[in-house]
């Protein structure tokens, strides 16, 4: 719990501090990676460059300062679940939280100047801390059940396949070298690879086979255009990595659960968010379950549509599944074209809904699930970048 007098100031420069919320981060990162230049290897260079890792730091913890001075409630659970499976899949550790803490109160004081009182400094970082301990233990208890830890996140796995999918998607096999706990259908991985004159970088990958498949990661590479480079990690995994290389990969994290029992579920990507509905949908298939199942998925065309071919073989032996496919091209028969139309999606009130794909893609389809009556609270979503849903008025990320 927030003290009394930290609750008053935090009540009364909260709405400065949101303001100038991604300021403040910008100076964070600046500052923590010139006295730490070892951490650039931690974070996501892409994310640091594009921006939304500042945005999803400031709204995190502008979320949580709101919540713990009770000006407004955020779903904490969900938010510190999503961040610390994050964090445990790229071996964040505890002492890391003093160096962040350091830097995040000095950039609040750099950027805040004369508002940036003793008072004012000590009641964010009191909400820095209550923050950070909850992260901290949560890590705690997630490297416990991975049987990983901070000093050793990353453990070595073979490349044994790698198929192309589509013309920008690729899917490698990895066999790991020692024991891995089996990942739940919708967690995702943690891949390193060493990049020639950049030193190392991490993405995550979402396990695009069954548990108990082989380890299975579907990666769309990220083309230049326009201002934008080509993705680092993507580019070197579908252009350098063969059959027979290593690569560091962490255990599977990720809150995106299936909710359990027979009631309906609503399986709904985009593009290459079609990976944890995929492997949601083999473990469905594989274990015979009767509860009906709508798969909504939504591609430019059937050829750039990553794993196509998984998909309707799972849907054909699924007892009660049912398919509706947007493609904005060449659909042909059976198929919808253009983008997903809301008014289409078939809601049954009763669904837990799992969604994947860009933003507007799940605004959309979640438009159409709250306006059928679906609970808010029913509906979770993956994010393949920084969630700058978290704490804003997004779905869940884990099932009630
Ligand atoms: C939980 C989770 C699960 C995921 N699952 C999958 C999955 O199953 N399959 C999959 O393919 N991906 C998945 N991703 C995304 C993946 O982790 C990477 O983000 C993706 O592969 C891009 O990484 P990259 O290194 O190739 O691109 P990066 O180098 O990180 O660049 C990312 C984007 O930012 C742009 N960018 C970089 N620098 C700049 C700049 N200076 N200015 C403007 N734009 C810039 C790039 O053009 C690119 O489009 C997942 C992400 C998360 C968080
Ligand atoms: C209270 C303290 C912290 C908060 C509130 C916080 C918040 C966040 C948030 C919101 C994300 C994005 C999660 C997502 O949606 O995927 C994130 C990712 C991340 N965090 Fe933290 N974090 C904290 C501490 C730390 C520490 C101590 C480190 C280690 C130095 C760290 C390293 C990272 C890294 C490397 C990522 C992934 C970056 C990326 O993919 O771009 N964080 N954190």
Redesign the pocket.
């Known amino acids: 719990m927030l003290a009394p007098d930290s609750v008053l100031v935090i009540r009364a420069t909260a709405d400065t501090v949101v303001r100038h919320g991604v300021e403040i981060t910008g100076r964070f990162y600046d500052r923590m990676f010139e006295a730490h230049p070892e951490l650039l290897e931690l974070f996501?260079?892409?994310?640091q460059?594009?921006g939304e890792q500042r945005q999803a730091l400031a709204m995190s913890v502008a979320a949580v300062a709101a919540h713990f001075a009770g000006i407004k409630p955020v779903p904490l659970a969900s938010i510190v679940g999503r961040i610390a499976h994050k964090h445990a899949s790229l071996g964040v550790t505890p002492s890391q939280y003093v160096v962040v803490g350091r830097h995040l109160m000095a950039a609040i004081g750099e950027v805040l100047g004369d508002a940036a009182t003793p008072d004012v400094v000590a009641a964010w970082d009191e909400v820095f801390w209550l923050f950070a301990c909850l992260l901290v233990a949560e890590e705690s208890r997630l490297y416990e059940r991975a049987g990983s830890s901070f000093s050793r996140p990353l453990t070595p796995h073979t490349v044994t396949g790698v198929h192309r999918e589509t013309d920008d998607v690729t899917s490698f096999l990895l066999e790991p070298e020692s024991r891995v706990r089996p990942h739940s259908p919708g967690q995702?991985v943690s891949v390193a690879v060493e990049l020639p004159g950049l030193g190392r970088?991490i993405?995550?990958?979402?396990v695009?086979s069954a548990p108990g498949e082989p380890l299975r990661?579907?990666?769309?590479r990220?083309r230049?255009g326009g201002?934008?480079?080509?993705?680092?990690?993507?580019?070197h995994l579908h252009d350098v990595v063969r059959v027979g290389d290593r690569l560091q990969v962490s255990p599977p994290f990720?809150d995106l659960a299936l909710p359990a029992g027979d009631g309906p579920l609503l399986l709904a990507s985009a593009g290459?968010g079609a990976?944890p509905v995929v492997a949601a949908l083999r473990h469905l298939a594989a274990a015979g379950t009767p509860r009906p199942i709508t798969v909504v998925h939504a591609d430019r065309t059937p050829d750039t549509h990553p794993l196509r071919a998984d998909l309707l073989d799972a849907v054909d032996s699924l007892p009660d599944a049912s398919l509706v496919l947007w493609y904005e091209r060449d659909g042909g028969p059976g198929t919808h074209a253009g983008l997903v139309d809301p008014a289409l999606i078939p809601v049954d009130p009763d669904t837990h809904a799992l969604l994947c794909g860009p933003l507007p893609f799940m605004r959309t389809v979640r438009r159409a699930l709250l306006d059928g009556g679906v609970r808010a609270d029913r509906v979770q979503y993956?994010?393949?970048?920084p969630d700058a849903w978290l704490g804003a008025d997004a779905p869940s990320h884990t099932a009630s």
Do not use: I, M, W
């Open positions: 996501n260079r892409g994310n460059a594009n995702y970088q993405r995550q990958y979402t695009s990661v579907t990666v769309k990220h230049a201002d934008r480079p080509a993705g680092l990690v993507s580019t990720g290459v990976t993956e994010v393949f970048g």
